[in-house]
């Protein structure tokens, strides 16, 4: 048994060193040669290169190191002896090789071949900040593909032309900190400029004001780096509209300013802290305020300075506090008439600003007086929109604010073709309730709203009929005005259509009917009315 394995062992080595015996099949195909490379010497990429040999054609590519290559494509010229093409930018130094159509015919060496390097000789400025526009002089700086500083590329490399290709110009970008730069060539070369470059920080030497405008203004500041400032913020306010050179900044603040510490942001993010900014101590300064007012009705008080203002007291009695006005800003405060107020029919008024922006107790006086007026009881009412009813109420917006109701959500529209019929605001069986009235004092004011209307000025006639007789006074709409607006008739002014006055007598009789006639029988009429009163002037 012994035996047969043994002489099956020897057979298995035999059959073995016959099949290693066996001859290996040679390659077979075109194989290339080169005898020449023409120019190999300092050659620059897009100089034309030629390759002479034999089986030329059979090339398919041209490789330079591990990576450059010139496809058969691109080739100016192929022959079975010759190969001409341009010197590609990425090609490096050292050995060139043909590669055949055949993938089984391994790369022939054609020979070796040296390059054209750009070279780095200075670069200007040396202090950057983000958008510096730094330039290099050096040579064949046409084959530079990107620049580094401390890491960050630079944009917008542009070789220049007429120099030759020895002067390049690059910018820097936001994120840009400084480091050293390096240069990096298409065909693999790194060339570093020993002189690292400094980051530009913007330095303050003063500031102009240094208390800030509190309804807003100018902030200017002079030092140096302060190109390098992409964000100027005191507190947490940012100001706008910079313009800067590198010894001067001015940027626009708003009436959002509030004391707190200067701070500039330079386009990489780096924070630079100043001085504390102040507020200037200013006074507020109320320099008009709203004519007639009704007893909690809106008060309408302009100025300058007027966000300081913490609580407004009245002549005629009450105030009102800051945290209840309805809106306050440098300019103008819009408030109620307290309700706590002793008023009468005109009585005038004079208010008392209280404020201590000066962090110290002042008073303001104003002392304009302005017309105060009872709140109208309803018989006094002609025709209110603000409730559930078409009736009076007692509750009414001011002369000057009448957009503003108290309730704020009701106004009676008038959307009709235009007729020369009466549109009747109200109808009443007996006079209303005018006790305190005078008539050559009094006026019927009603607040008007354009939507539309045919004409650019639309004339309506507001109708009363009074002691059977029928009287007019014509006002006019403006649709050129985008919003409520007053109008105000004296009732003096009313007349008959054959010019006869309204008489006191006239306006101590029965009331019948309130409406609005139009003087066209054309086009259509859209408005709003609200707030039809009589007003009386004692």
Request: net charge negative; hydrophobic share 40%; with cysteine.
């Amino acid at each position: 048994m012994k035996k047969f394995y043994s002489i099956l062992i020897v057979a298995a080595i035999l059959f073995s060193a016959c099949e290693d015996n066996k001859p290996y099949p040679q390659p077979k195909g075109t194989v290339p040669a080169a005898t020449s490379i023409s120019p190999n010497e300092n050659v620059k990429a897009g100089t034309v290169v030629s390759i002479e040999g034999t089986n030329l054609d059979s090339v398919k590519q041209i490789r330079f190191g591990e990576k450059s290559l010139v496809e058969k494509d691109s080739f100016l010229l192929v022959s079975a002896t010759k190969i001409e093409f341009e010197l590609p930018k990425d090609a490096p130094s050292g050995e060139v090789y043909l590669v055949a159509a055949e993938s089984y015919v391994p790369n022939v060496l054609a020979g070796t071949i040296s390059v054209v390097y750009p070279t780095l000789q200075s670069v200007t400025p040396e202090n950057i900040t983000g958008g510096t526009q730094i330039t290099l002089t050096g040579t064949d700086l046409d084959l530079v593909q990107y620049i580094e500083i401390g890491g960050t590329r630079l944009m917008n490399i542009a070789p220049d032309t007429l120099s030759g290709f020895t002067l390049l110009t690059a910018d820097c970008p936001d994120n840009i900190v400084g480091g050293q730069l390096k240069i990096f060539s298409y065909n693999g070369k790194e060339i570093a400029y020993e002189t690292p470059f400094n980051e530009i920080l913007p330095v303050i030497t003063s500031i102009s004001p240094d208390e800030a405008d509190p309804q807003g203004g100018t902030l200017t500041i002079a030092g140096t780096g302060l190109e390098s400032v992409a964000k100027v913020l005191v507190g947490d306010l940012e100001l706008t509209n910079i313009v800067k050179t590198p010894t001067l900044l001015t940027a626009e603040y708003s009436s959002d300013i509030a004391e707190g510490q200067l701070k500039l942001v330079t386009t990489n993010g780096t924070e630079v802290l100043g001085r504390d900014i102040m507020l200037q101590i200013i006074a507020p300064a109320p320099d008009s305020i709203s004519a007639t007012v009704f007893q909690g009705g809106i008060l309408v008080i302009g100025g300058n300075y007027l966000k300081d203002v913490l609580r407004i007291d009245f002549s005629t009695g009450g105030n009102v506090l800051a945290k209840d006005f309805l809106s306050q800003s440098h300019w103008k405060i819009v408030l109620r008439m307290p309700a706590n107020a002793t008023i009468a029919n005109g009585v005038t008024a004079t208010l008392r600003a209280y404020s201590d922006a000066a962090h110290s107790d002042f008073y303001l006086i104003n002392t304009d007086a302005f017309n105060v007026y009872q709140k109208i009881p309803t018989d006094y009412a002609i025709f209110n929109f603000d409730g559930a009813n078409s009736i009076a109420t007692n509750y009414y917006s001011t002369a000057n604010e009448l957009e503003t109701s108290l309730d704020g959500t009701a106004y009676g529209a008038v959307s009709a073709e235009i007729t020369s019929e009466p549109i009747t605001i109200l109808r009443r069986g007996s006079r209303p309730n005018m006790t305190g009235f005078v008539y050559n004092n009094s006026k019927i004011a009603l607040a008007v709203n354009v939507k539309e209307i045919p004409f650019s000025l639309f004339n309506l006639k507001f109708y009363l009929k009074v002691n059977g007789k029928d009287f007019y006074q014509t006002f006019t709409i403006n649709n050129a005005v985008n919003g409520w607006y007053r109008i105000e008739l004296p009732i003096s002014d009313f007349a008959t259509a054959a010019s006869e006055q309204i008489t006191e007598a006239d306006f101590n009789g029965s009331f019948a009917l309130f409406a609005l006639i139009s003087d066209t029988s054309e086009g259509n009429v859209n408005f709003l009315i609200d707030n039809v009163v009589f007003i009386t002037g004692n």
